[in-house]
């Protein structure tokens, strides 16, 4: 595209080795050629983005935000950013890429632990100074500038929401083959680091996602040479330690536990004092306000549109079968077509053999895991894809796909009602032994209740073994 494309476009890559971490591998290119390909890109993936040549800069210098965000739960889906966050800075004034400058990573790279090497690196124990500042300070600088600084948060919630959005379905994935199913409440929670940079317009653009982000709240400093000692850092602290302390008290199982009982224990006294009231306050009262703003599902309904390929991975998960497993096989896809009825006379079922073998194979060629044979949930995606393309072929797109699930999840719910009903009538039917054999006992006693007949042997056997009604 660069060579044959518009030779008008000439832009810069910035290429990331896979598994690297604090800026190590990374390096600017104007050529695609010039990519470094130590071994293969099967042994050492690396990811290449379009460099962002026209940042925001502050004092002359190029920086990113770090915002920190809680995934508290996948199911329901509940996000919470982090009021404050940290500002990195480059130590080197900045100069749009060219050949002469892409080897300044001082320049172009706003990694903490690159930056921190440079001799131009400012330690300071302001939150508005220095190479490391508060995401707060940069906001006032802003707002003095007269900057919509509302209009950037509400950008910034967006991309972290959607971003999530699309992390969300491998995630589920990943999650119920380790996770056992039937467990109360959210068990596992995370803290992401989110690296977002903001254009000279003021536009937030994703750089990363860190799922490991350092909370480190203090850096090294050089006494003499080789000779170092650990110093706090105030704005690592001032960020770090809130998010920490609030991320625990959000997932803390016992809290609501403890409010019960403190309900309760005020409800056995008929008229408390003053001072028995303030006995029995909020622990957490002492405690600053929670740094930690949950923002969805408080805007759920800007986002569910988004929440298609969600869906999707539920379906995919239903039908996987073996626990643990997080690819689909022949039999599971089958009975996925079946069960909500998509094949036709003009999509045989030996046609849904075919599209599964075609899918898959090709997926699995594309991916370097080859320990699990069977269909994963990108080529589940592309699968659902062509079946709406060939259910509802008048609607866009959005539409196809849209409408496909929501008759894939009604045929579900009422196969999952049938099943309980199968159940609960079995289990209505009941009679000891000794009032004759089953077949006999179970219709007598479901008349005598005002039942409809039960359901053959085979279903209820089906609602049992492959449907537990929670």
Request: aromatic share 8%.
């Amino acid at each position: 595209m660069v060579k044959d494309g518009d030779p008008s476009w000439k832009p810069t890559f910035i290429v990331k080795p896979d598994s690297g971490c604090q800026g190590d591998g990374i390096y600017l290119i104007k050529d695609p050629s010039d990519i470094r390909l130590a071994g293969t890109l099967q042994s050492r993936p690396a990811v290449v983005q379009e460099y962002i040549c026209k940042p925001l800069l502050i004092d002359k210098l190029k920086f990113d935000i770090r915002l920190y965000v809680l995934l508290k739960s996948l199911d329901p889906l509940e996000i919470y950013i982090a009021k404050e966050g940290l500002s990195r800075f480059c130590t080197e004034p900045y100069q749009e890429p060219n050949p002469k400058n892409l080897h300044h990573i001082f320049m172009h790279l706003t990694n903490y632990s690159l930056n921190i090497h440079s001799g131009k690196f400012v330690h300071s124990d302001s939150t508005s100074t220095g190479s490391k500042r508060t995401f707060s300070s940069i906001l006032c600088r802003l707002s003095s500038k007269g900057v919509d600084i509302k209009k950037v948060w509400s950008d910034i919630i967006s991309l972290v929401i959607k971003t999530v959005i699309a992390l969300t379905p491998e995630l589920k994935v990943f999650y119920q083959s380790d996770i056992p199913a039937g467990r109360p409440g959210p068990t596992c929670f995370q803290i992401l680091g989110f690296d977002i940079l903001l254009m000279k317009n003021l536009k937030p653009i994703l750089l990363e996602v860190n799922a490991n982000p350092s909370m480190r709240i203090e850096h090294e400093q050089e006494l003499s040479p080789g000779v170092f000692e650990n110093v706090p850092s105030l704005v690592d602290e001032e960020v770090k330690v809130a998010v920490i302390r609030d991320t625990l008290r959000l997932m803390d199982p016992l809290k609501k536990k403890r409010g019960n009982q403190s309900q309760q224990l005020l409800a056995t006294k008929e008229n408390p004092s003053d001072s028995e009231l303030a006995g029995n306050t909020n622990p957490e009262a002492h405690l600053p306000s929670i740094c930690l703003k949950q923002v969805f599902p408080k805007y759920a309904k800007q986002f569910n549109y988004l929440r298609l390929v969600d869906r999707m991975a539920n379906l995919f998960i239903r039908f996987l079968g073996i626990k643990g497993t997080m690819k689909l096989g022949p039999t599971g896809f089958r009975t996925f077509i079946r069960n909500c009825k998509l094949s036709s006379s003009s999509l045989s079922m030996a046609a849904v053999d075919i599209l599964y073998i075609d899918i898959t194979r090709r997926w699995n060629s594309m991916t370097m895991d080859q320990r699990d044979s069977g269909m994963c949930l990108q080529a589940f995606v592309e699968a659902f894809f062509y079946l709406a393309q060939r259910k509802f072929k008048m609607l866009p797109l959005h539409e196809q796909v849209a409408s496909l699930i929501d008759l894939c999840e009604y045929h579900l719910s009422v196969l999952d009602e049938k099943r309980l009903a199968c159940g609960r009538r079995g289990t209505a039917g009941a009679r000891p032994p000794s009032s004759g054999t089953p077949q006999e006992a179970a219709p007598a006693a479901q008349l005598a209740e005002g039942h409809p007949p039960p359901c053959t042997n085979s279903a209820h056997r089906l609602s049992h073994s492959r449907h537990t009604p929670s």
